[in-house]
C-alpha cells in the first residue's frame, strides 16, 4: 500500500502490478495480489472483506486469548476440513475408539446467531469479563461435539416451527441457517430420510484438490431434515454456504 501511494504522488513509477491494485480499489474489488496471499477464498467485495476479516480477528482473539466459544463461527475458519477432523478427533481420544468408524450426525437448534452481534457483545464487555454467554443466546456446551453457526441455504430456507428444510421464500436470498450441533456417532440411521446437502466456502461451488487432498472450496455434506426426496433438493441446486458475497 505504501508503494501504491507514492505511484500515486508520482514519487515512483506506476508498474503493471501497482496498477492492477489500483484498478481493483477503484472498482470496490479485492485486489488478485491479496487473493494470492490469502488462504480462504472470498467473492466478497472490498468493503465486505474487510468487515469479514474484522470478525475472523475478533473471533479468533477471543477463541486464543481467553475461552473457547459456544458455538465456533465457522465462517471464520480459513481451513474449516481441518477443524472438523479436530472434532472427530476429540470424540476418539475420549472414548477411545477408531477415528475411522466414525460418522458426524447434526442436529439443527432454534437459534440464529451473528457474528456480528457476538463482536458487539465481546466490544462492549468489561476486559475482565472473558465469557460473555448472552452473546450465545445462552447456549449450554454439548458433553459431546460442538455447536457452529454462520452457514446461509442456497435455493431453500430453515422452517422454524416445524424445524425442517423448506422452499425459499419469493425474493428471499441465502437465509441464515440456524445454530448446528455437529455430534460425532458410531452409526446414523438407516435409511436416513434427511437431505445430504454439501457445504460450500462459497457461492461459486467450483473448487480444485489441494496438496492436502481437499477440495478448495466443497467442505462436507451435511444432513438436514425434510419432508421432500433427495432428488428434488438435488434438482433445485440447495446446497449450505460459507460465505455469501454480499
Known amino acids: 500500500m505504501e508503494n501504491l501511494q507514492r ?3 508520482g514519487f515512483v513509477v506506476m508498474s503493471e502490478e501497482l496498477e492492477t ?13 491479496w487473493h494470492n496471499v490469502n488462504v480462504y477464498p472470498s467473492l466478497k467485495t472490498l468493503g465486505s472483506w474487510i468487515r469479514n476479516l474484522e470478525l475472523r480477528i475478533d473471533f479468533i482473539e477471543i477463541w ?4 473457547a466459544p459456544l458455538s465456533f463461527w465457522i465462517s471464520g475458519l480459513s481451513f474449516p476440513q481441518g477443524f472438523i477432523t479436530g472434532i472427530l478427533q476429540t470424540y476418539a481420544r475420549k472414548y477411545n475408539t477408531p477415528i475411522d468408524q466414525l460418522k458426524l450426525d447434526f442436529k439443527v437448534a ?3 446467531l451473528d457474528q456480528e452481534d ?7 464487555a468489561s476486559k475482565e469479563v472473558t465469557f460473555v454467554p448472552q452473546a450465545y443466546k445462552n447456549l449450554e456446551t454439548p458433553i459431546d461435539g460442538v455447536f457452529i453457526h454462520g452457514l446461509f441455504i442456497d435455493a431453500g430456507r430453515w422452517d422454524f416451527q416445524f ?3 423448506v422452499d ?3 425474493g428471499e436470498m441465502h437465509p441464515s441457517l440456524p445454530v448446528i450441533h455437529v455430534n460425532p456417532v458410531l452409526q446414523l440411521p438407516e435409511p436416513d430420510p434427511r437431505y445430504v446437502c454439501p457445504l460450500y466456502k462459497t457461492n461459486l461451488r467450483a473448487g480444485v484438490l489441494s496438496t492436502t487432498g481437499h477440495s478448495t472450496n466443497f467442505v462436507l455434506p451435511l444432513l438436514l431434515p425434510s419432508v421432500q426426496q433427495q432428488s428434488y433438493w438435488i434438482l433445485k ?6 460465505e455469501i458475497p454480499n
Open 168 to 170: 425459499a421464500n419469493i
Open 118 to 124: 457476538i463482536e458487539a457483545e465481546h466490544k462492549t
Open 64 to 67: 486464543l486469548l481467553h475461552t
Open 21 to 33: 491494485v489500483f484498478t481493483a480499489l477503484i472498482n470496490n474489488q479485492v485486489p488478485k495480489m
Open 7 to 9: 505511484a500515486i504522488k
Open 237 to 242: 441446486g440447495t446446497a449450505l454456504l460459507i
Open 110 to 112: 432454534n437459534i440464529v
Open 163 to 165: 424445524n425442517i428444510l
